[in-house]
């Protein structure tokens, strides 16, 4: 079946049609449409309304219009709906994770360790008012009292990837509304239906109308949130050109904009290690959410006197894992599009091409589920060069290659000497070894023994060089920075000794 056909057998499953979320409302769109797939059957199971420039324009007001209530609205008030969704997103993420099985492919338990994460930032946002008070000082002048607070920006944009459908909205979101601020949330076209499903959430937790709005679109919508006035600040997550093209377009609009891209992660294992354990890291980091992870091991950087014992540990791991659909008992579902499944195939066959080993070849059609669906098995390449395409460029897919190394110093040299900079991990039993990654290394977020370190919610996320544009991570403190402005307030009261002609500069 072709990628633009609708399934409406399986269509009764799903919404035929997924709508925006615009002034506490599902609204159809009145534009363009995409077909929204169920990759596990190779089928289209609904269409998603992309968005034209007036009806981003449409949200942004609705958005702008709910704001002044909003920033005002009492602090006890506010966290009392935080908490309120914290306890809903609980008692209902299995809902959840259905839905995002059924569009992204993930299996079920992948999907519920996603909302697990996601939960991690919407208790982050319940402690609100100890993270944007401000501070006050008394008497830095006789008399003089000088304090700042910490303001929201007004409506902040948020764009998200395809391949965590509510943990990246849910990076964002809860903090930016704790902070105050109205929300347009524009999901993936690929994977909308979790957005519009937390909005409605949202209002049951008593979020007013319009402080949290989700516009389904393509680049005429993000284009729109990066160049319109009333947006004050974007938060953008997906492939490194996008969040370049973000990053400069936003801030040449005088935005805000934090823009986290692609990755290319990669683990070092060094001769000490406990290869079992590491075998076990390599594959679960590898292959979990079929690779399309941003945080997933993408290289395996084995210094030579372990790789081939490594590498036939890995492979024979490997033959455990069961790839098929993800409502059913499988692993690892399926890649997210017909033509996404097609490119990663077409890394496998340049790895190959360019001089690689094909130790386990993915490209084999028996998986448990339907053969329509955009399969790709676990794939583990050895001695791949690292001129060629398969190892320079983000796969993206459930493809583990390994490359050899003399020593822990060429393997510093070859993670500093890529461009992205994400995430990567070391696996040793010398602490002092991995004392010296840890200092040395040039990556925003690493492990040790750890294969994703994908930081806890009261912390922050976010990657280094390539892989992220602009100031400000995702979640922890750094986010409630992000999201609100300080503004300094110098007072005095009034007394007649402060009268007196003065036009000298104000000193302390
Ligand atoms: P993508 O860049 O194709 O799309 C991301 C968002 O940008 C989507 O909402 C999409 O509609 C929009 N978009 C796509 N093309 C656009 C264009 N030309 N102009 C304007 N907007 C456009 O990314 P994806 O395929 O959805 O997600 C996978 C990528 O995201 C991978 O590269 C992955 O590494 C990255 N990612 C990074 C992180 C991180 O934290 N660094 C987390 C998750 C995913």
Redesign the pocket.
Known sequence: MTETAVDTANAAAAPTSIPHWIAGRRQEGSNRTAPVFNPALGTAVSEVALASADEVGEAIATAKAAFPAWRDLSIAKRQSIMFRFRELIVSRKDELAQIITREHGKVHSDALGEIARAIEVVELATAFPLLTKGEYSENASTGVDVYSLRQPLGVVGI??????PAM?PLWFAPIALASGNCVVL?????DPSASVWIAELYQEAGLPDGVLTVVH???E???TLLTHPDVEAVS????????Q??YETGSKHGKRVQA????KNHMLVLPDADLDVTADAAVNAGFGSAG????AISVVVAVDTIADELAAKIAEKMGAIRTGDGTRDNDMGPL?TGAHRDKVAGYIQTAADDGATLLVDGRDPEVDGDPNGFWIKPTLIDKVPTDSAAYKE?I?GPVLSIVRVASYEEGLELINSNPYG?GTAIFTNDGGAARRFQNEVQVGMVGINVPIPVPVGYHS???WKQ??FGQGK?YGKHAYDFYTREKVVTSRWLDPSHGGLNLGFPSN
Do not use: H, Q, W
């Open positions: 764009i998200s990837p395809f391949n965590f990246v524009k999901p993936s076209e690929k679109g393509d680049k919508a993000v284009d953008f997550v997906g492939s490194t050109p996008i969040a093209y973000v986290l891209g692609g990755a399309e992870r941003c945080m997210i983000e993206f994400n996320f976010g990657g892989s992220i995702a």
